[in-house]
């Protein structure tokens, strides 16, 4: 998680429909039991906008995004929630909480591992933004956004910490899918220029 964060606060009266809590797939494993962080509070009332801005490294091809990567796996999303955390230790009690940035995590089941020494069968992976309301703020910044029960090929940084973090917003984790051969399938969220077929030729390198 160690990124670079611009964090813009700003007082707004907002009506909010939904937010970012535990939503969970099919899979008949228990997640991570931490108490739904999602929507609280009146929504008329006048709230504190917290937007977030972060700076994330980017790849021009396949061999320089499996080269500067060091743990790529294939896995299932299973369950998403945002957090707001201490960036430094990664966790989500240590500093008050206007120190802390906003965060999404997902729980995935792992498929197979192509690059890093990964013994779990399920693993938490990070990244920054989301949308959360909580103690009369109201956080939201832009992410990677997943669908549960759908299996993506993920790229992600092992820093020792509770999550794996994904690499970047764009570039980060790309959808499996037969019927596409894996010969014209993009990135989550835009189109990062490298498909899968080169990413597999690639990691074969």
Do not use: W
């Amino acid at each position: 998680m160690r990124k670079i964060i611009l964090v813009i606060y700003g007082l707004s009266i907002l009506i909010i429909a939904s937010g970012c809590g535990i939503t969970k797939g099919s899979g008949t494993s228990a997640g991570n039991n931490t108490g739904n962080v999602g929507y609280a509070g009146n929504s008329n009332s006048e709230k504190i906008n917290v937007n977030q801005c972060v700076d994330y490294p980017g790849y021009k091809d396949a061999d320089e995004l499996v080269g500067s990567t060091s743990v790529i796996f294939s896995g299932t999303v299973y369950e998403k929630r945002c957090e707001l955390l201490d960036d430094r230790t990664d966790k989500s009690v240590s500093i008050p909480e206007e120190e802390k940035h906003l965060y999404t995590i997902y729980s995935v089941y792992i498929d197979k591992v192509y690059k890093g020494d990964i013994e779990k069968d399920m693993v938490y992976v990070s990244v920054t933004g989301g949308e959360l309301e909580k103690n009369n703020r109201i956080y939201s910044g832009e992410t990677v956004e997943l669908d549960i029960d759908n299996k993506y090929l993920f790229f992600a940084s092992d820093y020792g910490d509770d999550y794996l973090s994904l690499v970047n917003i764009h570039q980060s984790a790309y959808i499996m899918d037969d019927e596409s051969n894996k010969k014209r399938i993009t990135a989550v969220g835009s189109d990062s220029g490298i498909t899968l077929s080169e990413i597999f030729e690639a990691i074969g390198k």
